[in-house]
């Protein structure tokens, strides 16, 4: 809707003003990483943050959330528990924006989810443009989410002294007119806006042997490819990958009572489908018992199922399944293996 230019040092009165108002959670150190979380001093905010520990999306679905109180009388009661505020989402980067523009696809399809739901329409995000790549394990320009194009109410660009400020909606307006001391872009600002974008591609390498593009159809024809096996003998099945994933969305829910049996409450937590136990059913059966499989299904997950459902890749190239995984795999290298396997005839 509009470009500003906010200077760098607004930015601390912008996020102490915001706090009046709003909760905001953004990115902070802890220890030598960092972590989102909620914003209590503004000198906090780490804008020059490498990556998270955990993606965003724990601000829409909490690791562990209540969904429901219900009463176990006469007759049963439930009563939905909706816990949603108003909240500023302070320094996306653009992986973690294309990632939560998946879920709400997901969070909205079939069966609207309210508590998520409720959550993201009190939600303001302010994403972050990142000028160069998080670490060596980052692969978001082979992915296609290096730059953002949607899914931000206000998005910020480093320019020297200042951040030049992408007004991308009536309430990102609102929130610059109210809370910023902010003024129009010229044309030179523009100008560095454009430099700075076209200095940064050199900056990110490609990672994957092929075009992503292929992806779909290479994982199509992939589903007893032999790396499934060798992945699932190197996997530990700790759920590391999962959990620090910005597009999983897995939970289980668990019912809670008291001791006089009178009523209790539903929750729900993230859940993995690299446990030994997700797919376990009732009789004991385990439909998906092999680390081999569940491995396939990750990245079958990531690269295909999705896909095929909401026409958007479940992997948007921010490298955390990689840098926690305790077996050292790599999601690019086994989609590389896949594909060069593929080219020398044994990709069946």
């Known amino acids: 809707m509009s470009l500003k230019i906010l200077d760098k040092g607004a930015i601390a009165p912008l996020v102490e003003a915001l706090m009046d108002d709003y909760r905001v959670v953004g990115p902070q150190a802890k220890g030598s990483k960092f972590t989102f979380e909620t914003v209590t001093d503004p000198a906090n905010l780490r804008l020059d943050y490498d990556t998270t520990i955990l993606p965003p999306k724990k601000v829409f679905q909490p690791p562990q959330e209540r969904l429901a109180s219900f009463t176990l009388q006469e007759d049963l009661q439930i009563k939905p528990i909706i816990e949603a505020e108003p909240i500023v989402l302070f320094g996306v980067h653009t992986c973690d924006l294309q990632a939560i523009h998946l879920l709400d696809k997901v ?33 978001c ?35 610059i007119a109210k809370y910023a001391t902010a003024r129009k872009a010229t044309e030179k600002d523009k100008n560095k806006l454009n430099e700075a974008l076209n200095a940064k591609q050199p900056l990110f390498s490609n990672h994957l042997d092929f075009d992503v593009a292929d992806l779909h159809t290479l994982l199509k024809a992939s589903y007893d490819h032999p790396i499934w096996e060798k992945l699932g003998d190197r996997c530990l099945a700790c759920g590391s990958c999962t959990n620090v994933c910005p597009t999983c969305y897995c939970f289980n829910v668990s019912d809670e009572v008291n001791l006089s049996l009178t009523e209790g409450t539903r929750s729900r937590n993230w859940d993995s489908c690299q446990l030994d136990e997700f797919a376990r059913v009732a009789g004991g059966e385990n439909f998906r018992e092999a680390r081999a499989s569940r491995q396939r299904h990750r990245l079958m997950r990531k690269g295909r199922y999705i896909y095929e459902k909401f026409d958007e890749l479940g992997c948007v190239g921010c490298g955390r399944c990689i840098r926690t995984c305790t077996a050292r795999i790599s999601i690019i290298e086994s989609f590389n293996a896949i594909h060069h396997n593929r080219v020398g005839g044994n990709g069946q």
Do not use: W
Request: hydrophobic letters at 30%; a negative charge.
């Open 107 to 139: 969070f909205a399809d079939d069966y609207p989810d309210a508590h998520y739901l409720s959550r993201r329409e009190q939600t303001v995000i302010v994403s972050l443009e990142c000028l160069k790549p998080c670490d060596e394990h980052s692969f």
């Open 141 to 175: 320009k082979d992915m296609g989410t290096l730059n953002a194009s949607n899914g931000y109410d206000i998005h910020l660009t480093e320019l020297e002294s200042a951040y030049l400020v992408d007004v991308a909606t009536e309430t990102g307006e609102k929130l």
